[in-house]
């Protein structure tokens, strides 16, 4: 099983800085089949980033994927009000499909 | 408008069983695979069980293996989950997820999520 450690676990910004959020995995992903998602409360995950950096559809272009092989990055070039929320990274090149433990966004 | 509804969940005792629903609309449901994923309160997403489009490929989390059944019905647009001799520890918000691909469900991303429906396990 491909275990993605997530970190920070929490992070505190001011609206307008820029976020970085790190994902780690325990072995290669294959084909960088590494997606990121978005969960605010009370609402399900929203998929923003497939193959480690294509945005989905109607992503702002501040949000931007990188990495391969084990470690992955989400970058959040200006947070903006509504960007404060939980951020999952999920492998799903081998099963089983496996999440990152989440990092908090929250405001400063 | 793209759409999934999960229905079925309730509270049950420790051991029973439950069936949990999930309804298409929007898309044409047999051409991609489909997803059960869970969240208990306050922490963070599980992979529970994923299905390809004719039900040629199933996966399971070893969390959930031979209690758990994934099936899909695509003349109904319904994507099922049959719970057998469930724990407390099953207790979850249970999301039915839409993959991005068809023919195998471990190769695409989830890109259209439902919003959940309530598991309780408790005597």
């Known amino acids: 099983e491909v275990v993605l450690t997530q970190s920070p676990v929490t992070l505190s910004l001011s609206p307008g800085e820029r976020a970085s959020l790190s994902c780690r995995a325990s072995?290669?992903?294959?084909?960088?089949?590494l997606a990121w998602y978005q969960q605010k409360p009370g609402q399900a995950p929203r998929l923003l980033i497939s193959?480690?950096?294509s945005r989905a559809t109607a992503i702002p272009d501040r949000f931007s994927g990188s990495g391969s092989g084990t470690d992955f990055t989400l970058t959040i070039s200006r947070l903006e009000p509504e960007d404060f929320a939980v951020y999952y990274c999920?492998?799903?090149?081998?099963?089983?499909?496996?999440f990152g433990g989440g990092t908090k966004v929250e405001i400063k | 408008e793209v759409q999934l509804v999960e229905s079925g969940g309730g509270l049950v005792q420790p051991g029973r069983s439950l069936r949990l629903s999930c309804a298409a609309s929007?898309?044409?449901?047999?051409?991609?695979?489909m997803h059960w994923v869970r969240q208990t309160p306050g922490k963070g997403l599980e992979w529970v069980s994923g299905?390809?489009?004719?039900?040629?490929?199933?996966g399971y989390a070893d969390s959930v293996k031979g209690r758990f059944t994934i099936s899909r019905d695509n003349t109904k647009n319904s994507l099922y989950l049959q719970m057998d001799s469930l724990r407390t520890d099953d207790t979850a918000l249970y999301y039915c997820?839409?993959?991005?691909?068809?023919?195998?469900?471990?190769?695409?991303?989830?890109?259209?999520w439902g919003q959940g429906t309530i598991v309780t396990v408790s005597s």
């Open positions: 999920q492998q799903y090149g081998s099963s089983p499909l496996t």
């Open positions: 072995q290669s992903v294959s084909s960088s089949y």
């Open positions: 193959g480690a950096s």
């Open positions: 997820a839409k993959d991005s691909r068809r023919y195998t469900y471990a190769r695409g991303s989830f890109d259209i």
């Open positions: 929007g898309f044409t449901f047999d051409d991609y695979a």
């Open positions: 299905i390809n489009w004719n039900s040629g490929s199933i």
